[in-house]
């Protein structure tokens, strides 16, 4: 049988590399609540750490969020291996998704808490960092695929719109 949702473990481990690469790069370069504007009063690298949600929600570093991180984490890699053949929108959303899920939830399980450090100050938006991207980008993603019709193999060999 061949690798099944390929698609979705390269997104899943690019995805992860690039979050844990730059949340190391910020921690090894910036003191904490340093702040580099790259343009100024609209986007500027800031290091801070969040104990609770996005958005600082939960804020009290609340010791269930790293278990909701393994629970969606073993749910979605489950869905890749035991599920079915998925359409590339949607491996592209939940390998995203999965990123993200292992990016926060390695630094709650290793640090107690998550490393932020993009900062819009323009929109006044909370800091974040490359695991909350590829989240929202992985809904994004399924969302898309909700409106994409994938073609598939017809009785007598030849590709349809199903």
Not at 29 to 43: A, I, K, N, T
Not at 131 to 147: E, R, T
Request: include cysteine.
């Amino acid at each position: 049988m061949p690798f099944k949702n390929r698609a979705f473990w390269i997104f899943a481990l690019i995805g992860l590399a690039l979050d844990q690469v730059t949340k190391y790069w910020i921690v090894q370069s910036f003191e904490l609540g340093q702040s580099v504007p790259l343009w100024e009063g609209v986007f500027h690298l800031t290091f801070v750490t969040n104990k609770g949600a996005a958005f600082s929600l939960f804020s009290g570093g609340v010791w269930w969020l790293r278990w909701l991180s393994l629970i969606v984490s073993l749910a979605l890699m489950a869905l890749a291996v035991f599920g079915p053949k998925m359409a590339k929108w949607e491996e592209a959303g939940y390998g995203f998704i999965l990123s993200g899920a292992l990016g926060n939830g390695l630094d709650r399980f290793l640090a107690g808490e998550v490393v932020d450090f993009l900062d819009f100050r323009l929109i006044r938006f909370p800091v974040f960092n490359l695991a909350d991207v590829f989240i929202n980008v992985g809904i994004i993603c399924l969302l898309i695929s909700l409106f994409v019709t994938p073609k598939r193999p017809n009785g007598n060999g030849e590709e349809s719109i199903s």
